[in-house]
């Protein structure tokens, strides 16, 4: 398939380090991946839903202690701790690649190594990478195929060029004590083991994607971020896009593929999705900021989504798909998860495999639920019913904003927007979210996470600040900076804002700022919308909600201020002094 002499070199020579039975490369045609498909199947791997109802779609189910990413067995390995920086697990490369290849040391026999040649970004433009990442996995060549562009293609653009990301995945025994997900910035190299779960082991998406492609784009003077792409057309049919970096399970994927409410759709309004979790941005011949997304399908949170909150996620999934971890609905063979609607299966198994009994089930009580609260889909992008035209030229679209956005019960606003585009980087270098199922570890603690990157910054934070510090400087015209907080609650827990499709009500505003139309208030903390200018027809939300959701408390963000120079406090290597100063003037418009 290739007669590139260093990739065939790399392939042997982990070849002899797993040794596996055989070696097969992954050409991207739908014989080879129907062949995969039925031997998955055969080897209960993956159970083939419902032709009918569900066609071309597959369930499979991790082990129970291999359900999310995990962080503190995440590592960047660089020569210098100070490289990887405060916030990352950080081991010097030598010491990890011995530790790691003593547990992949011959792991693959008895297997099949499936090498896969894959594209992040459409094969051939001038913003794509390409990764070749070597699984003892059936699951993750089929997802991986639907993710990214994979196969003879990807190897033909190669060529002989020696420009790669190299990836070992080795599933091993899966055992939690020995799970390591390693990046070597310096040296285009990913190596996972002991996990089956997405975000550890299809490696071109948070490993390479974002790890990777972060230290990459700083060298390079471009910006890989954990952003959503949408496209904004108005009545008279121009597209202004914009990007949102919002934690993970926190509706990157709800407003990328937002449907608008009635009052929009009938002056003419329409969303066009570009992506849902990535986007590589670089300053274009026009001196904007243009943004692609580089993966190929989604990699959605399941509970949750129906034809209300999200119908075109749910429709994304109606072929071609592979869930993970969700309920199997034995009376039609198809699938289930909390909020998928409310009739609750009478005859499901759970996501563990066990049979499930509706009658146990408790909303508040996780341990009850049929679908895990991380169980995932995988879907192509191609279906999404609202797929930007845009989405397969790789020549990136403009961007006209960039949105920031968490968790927060209390202290953020519904939206506010930065004065300056260094406002906007502090403005996202203070993002607190509550946490969630998307990690392991404890759900809903306020933590820092700046730019939604924390888990997938490649090299030190401080430095990744001073980037986007820099990237302002060179690009003439600048996206304006917000931030917006969908998670308010009342007293009883309550989220107060309905979200979904009705945060095209807040995009609207944003976009109307973007463009000089629409004015705003001035508040210690940025620029905050009047309320009459959020439009609230059709919406059960009154004027003084509103002002309570636009409302911001100075006790509660003069605490906020103690939190931020406790996170800031971190970082001494490298941090930029503009973000201490923007601290210093939020500290004092709080007196
Ligand atoms: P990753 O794929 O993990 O990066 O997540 P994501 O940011 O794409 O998250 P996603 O859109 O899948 O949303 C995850 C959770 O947030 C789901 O439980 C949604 O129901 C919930 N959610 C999304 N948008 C809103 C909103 O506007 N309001 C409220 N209250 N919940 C929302
Ligand atoms: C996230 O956790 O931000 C995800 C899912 O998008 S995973 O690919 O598992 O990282
Ligand atoms: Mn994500």
Redesign the pocket.
């Given at each position: 398939m290739t007669e590139n002499k260093k990739l065939l070199d790399w392939v042997n020579e982990m070849a002899q380090l797993v040794e596996p039975d055989r070696i097969v490369w992954i050409d991207g045609s739908e014989e080879q991946l129907d062949r995969l498909r039925r031997e998955a199947v055969e080897a209960g791997e993956m159970i083939k839903l419902n032709e009918e109802k569900l066609p071309g779609c597959f369930l499979h189910r991790t082990k129970p202690n291999d359900v999310a990413r995990v962080e503190d067995r995440t590592f960047i390995c660089t020569p210098t701790e100070r490289e990887a920086g405060p916030t990352n697990h950080w081991c010097e490369p030598s010491e990890m690649y011995d530790k790691l290849y003593k547990i992949v040391r011959g792991s693959y026999k008895g297997r099949t190594m499936y090498v896969i040649p894959y594209s992040m970004g459409p094969i051939g433009s001038p913003l794509a990478k390409i990764g070749i990442e070597l699984t003892d996995t059936r699951y993750v060549v089929l997802n991986m195929s639907i993710m990214a562009r994979c196969g003879q293609k990807v190897l033909d653009t190669l060529g002989n060029g020696d420009d790669w990301v190299h990836g070992l995945h080795a599933s091993c025994d899966v055992d939690p004590e020995y799970r390591y997900i390693c990046q070597f910035p310096q040296d285009n190299t990913i190596i996972s083991v002991n996990s089956n779960y997405g975000g550890n082991v299809l490696q071109g998406k948070k490993c390479f994607a974002l790890r990777i492609a972060s230290y990459q784009g700083k060298n390079e003077g471009w910006m890989a971020e954990?952003m959503?792409i949408l496209g904004i057309e108005n009545p008279k049919g121009e597209v202004k896009y914009v990007a949102a970096a919002?934690?993970?399970?926190?509706?990157?994927?709800?407003?990328?593929m937002l449907i608008p409410p009635e009052i929009y759709k009938k002056q003419g309004y329409k969303v066009w999705t570009v992506g849902?979790?990535i986007a590589w941005m670089r300053v274009g011949a026009d001196g904007r900021l243009y943004a692609i997304n580089p993966e190929n399908g989604f990699?959605?949170?399941a509970?949750?989504?129906n034809s209300h909150?999200?119908y075109n996620?749910l429709k994304s999934t109606g072929r071609d798909t592979i869930f993970t971890n969700v309920a199997l609905n034995l009376d039609d063979n198809t699938v289930w998860w909390e909020?998928l609607n409310q009739d609750l299966p009478q005859h499901a198994i759970d996501w563990r495999g066990n049979p499930w009994d509706p009658s146990k089930f408790d909303k508040a009580d996780k341990s009850t639920c049929a679908a895990h609260p991380n169980s995932?889909f995988t879907a192509p992008a191609k279906n999404c019913p609202c797929l930007s035209e845009e989405f397969d030229k790789g020549t990136g679209v403009p961007i006209s904003a960039i949105i920031f956005g968490g968790r927060r019960a209390k202290t953020a606003p519904l939206v506010y927007q930065s004065r300056s585009w260094n406002h906007g980087v502090f403005v996202g270098s203070i993002m607190g979210s509550e946490t969630?199922a998307?990690a392991a570890g404890a759900v809903g603690v306020v933590r820092r996470d700046p730019m939604?990157m924390l888990p997938f910054c490649g090299y030190n934070m401080a430095e990744y600040f001073g980037h986007w510090i820099e990237m302002g400087k060179k690009i003439p015209h600048q996206p304006k900076i917000f931030n917006v907080n969908?998670?308010r609650t009342d007293d009883e827990g309550n989220?107060i804002?309905?979200?979904?499709g009705?945060?095209m009500r807040v995009l609207k505003w944003i976009l109307d700022r973007c463009e000089d139309k629409a004015d705003a208030v001035e508040s210690p903390i940025g620029y905050l919308p009047k309320a009459e200018d959020i439009d609230l027809e059709g919406l059960d939300v009154d004027r003084d909600t509103l002002k309570a959701l636009l409302d911001v408390d100075r006790d509660l963000w003069r605490e906020e201020v103690k939190g931020i120079k406790e996170f800031y406090a971190k970082f001494t290597y490298g941090f930029p002094q503009e973000l201490n100063d923007e601290l210093a003037t939020l500290e004092n418009n709080l007196k």
């Open positions: 954990h959503l919002f934690p993970s399970a926190c509706g990157k994927t709800n407003l990328a849902d979790d990699f959605g949170v509970p949750g989504t909150s999200n996620a909020g995932r969630t998307a939604a969908w998670f989220f804002w309905p979200g979904y009705e945060n």
